[in-house]
């Protein structure tokens, strides 16, 4: 299956000029999406309903949006109020069904400056041909070290204890006629997960090896209930390999801030990670990543 993650800078590309059907474009045809700052009704996109028009233009998916932050954009008009929010967010598309999904609010240091926001990451549990998976479209603190790392402490905590949180609701419905589950059975909360989204760091920071665990480590280890880089586990990761370029004291500055990275018993069917380095959609490159999520699980153990 063929993955995107894309930070799309809210339309905006490195040109300049806002349009999301360019984005969209660069995404259309990938099984899921992870898209970072998408957003609602503000000012500076027009006040259009990002999720609502990105949905229109990848009619073929199934999608969900996450507000990292929602605030009051209503208006009065001809004497009733227009009920508007304004949000910033990440949103996921599916090609398959996303059975359930939660918002993460990540945890926040407040800053006297420079500006500083509320992250989140959504999670989306979608049954893949090899199991059910929970995917994460995730966007971590852009200003320091210590606020990124509390935010994946908080992430990885409940990456652990997923399997024995469950779902949505568990359990017998001990009242039917109130029909608490509508009919279905209860949904999966599996070990396996997928986390892709704007990280806001380099391969080998301290962030990094939160995640995938210090080096120097035995290559192709592999925790079960822990995460490898994609990128580290492909077959052909290219020598130039960057998501974002920046002027950082008057010089081009190449970085790798976007990842993808799979629970460990996801190690072996990485295919290839790439990104589309050059694309002018966003201020980021899309990263793509091919995994097969089609061959099932040998054991229940890998699916959760």
Same mark, same amino acid.
């Given at each position: 299956?063929?993955?995107?993650?894309?930070?799309?800078?809210?339309?905006?590309?490195?040109?300049?000029?806002?349009?999301?059907?360019?984005?969209?474009?660069?995404?259309?045809?990938?099984?899921?999406?992870?898209?970072?700052?998408?957003?609602?009704?503000?000012?500076? @996109? +027009? *006040?259009?309903? #990002? /999720? =609502?028009?990105?949905?229109?233009?990848?009619?073929?998916?199934?999608?969900?949006?996450? %507000? !990292?932050?929602?605030?009051?954009?209503?208006?009065?008009?001809?004497?009733?109020?227009?009920?508007?929010?304004?949000?910033?967010?990440?949103?996921?598309?599916?090609?398959?069904?996303?059975?359930?999904?939660?918002?993460?609010?990540?945890?926040?240091?407040?800053?006297?400056?420079?500006?500083?926001?509320?992250?989140?990451?959504?999670?989306?549990?979608?049954?893949?041909?090899?199991?059910?998976?929970?995917?994460?479209?995730?966007?971590?603190?852009?200003?320091?070290?210590?606020?990124?790392?509390?935010?994946?402490?908080?992430?990885?905590?409940?990456?652990?204890?997923?399997?024995?949180?469950?779902?949505?609701?568990?359990?017998?419905?001990?009242?039917?006629?109130?029909?608490? @589950? +509508? *009919?279905?059975? #209860? /949904? =999966?909360?599996?070990?396996?997960?997928?986390?892709?989204?704007?990280?806001?760091?380099? %391969? !080998?920071?301290?962030?990094?090896?939160?995640?995938?665990?210090?080096?120097?480590?035995?290559?192709?280890?592999?925790?079960?209930?822990?995460?490898?880089?994609?990128?580290?586990?492909?077959?052909?990761?290219?020598?130039?390999?960057?998501?974002?370029?920046?002027?950082?004291?008057?010089?081009?500055?190449?970085?790798?801030?976007?990842?993808?990275?799979?629970?460990?018993?996801?190690?072996?069917?990485?295919?290839?990670?790439?990104?589309?380095?050059?694309?002018?959609?966003?201020?980021?490159?899309?990263?793509?990543?091919?995994?097969?999520?089609?061959?099932?699980?040998?054991?229940?153990?890998?699916?959760?």
């Amino acid at each position: 299956m063929k993955l995107v993650s894309y930070n799309i800078q809210y339309g905006f590309g490195s040109d300049g000029r806002y349009d999301l059907a360019r984005c969209a474009k660069v995404v259309a045809g990938a099984d899921i999406i992870a898209l970072q700052e998408v957003e609602r009704h503000w000012l500076r @996109s +027009n *006040g259009d309903d #990002q /999720p =609502e028009i990105l949905s229109r233009l990848l009619p073929e998916y199934h999608w969900v949006y996450g %507000p !990292g932050f929602d605030m009051d954009a209503s208006e009065r008009r001809e004497g009733r109020i227009v009920h508007r929010r304004r949000q910033f967010g990440t949103m996921v598309l599916s090609r398959l069904p996303i059975v359930w999904s939660r918002l993460h609010t990540l945890p926040l240091r407040r800053t006297v400056r420079p500006l500083n926001t509320r992250n989140a990451a959504l999670e989306c549990m979608i049954r893949t041909p090899a199991g059910p998976v929970r995917v994460l479209s995730l966007h971590l603190a852009h200003i320091a070290t210590e606020e990124r790392l509390e935010q994946i402490d908080y992430l990885l905590a409940e990456h652990r204890r997923a399997p024995s949180d469950g779902g949505p609701w568990s359990g017998a419905d001990d009242e039917p006629v109130r029909n608490w @589950s +509508n *009919g279905e059975p #209860q /949904p =999966e909360n599996p070990l396996a997960a997928i986390w892709m989204g704007d990280f806001n760091m380099e %391969p !080998g920071s301290a962030e990094y090896r939160r995640i995938v665990g210090s080096t120097p480590y035995h290559r192709g280890a592999a925790y079960l209930d822990g995460f490898v880089d994609a990128a580290a586990v492909a077959s052909e990761p290219a020598e130039d390999f960057h998501t974002h370029v920046k002027t950082i004291d008057g010089g081009l500055t190449k970085r790798r801030l976007d990842h993808c990275f799979v629970g460990g018993m996801f190690a072996g069917r990485v295919r290839s990670v790439s990104a589309d380095i050059g694309e002018i959609a966003s201020d980021h490159f899309p990263l793509r990543v091919d995994i097969d999520l089609e061959t099932p699980f040998a054991t229940a153990t890998g699916g959760g």
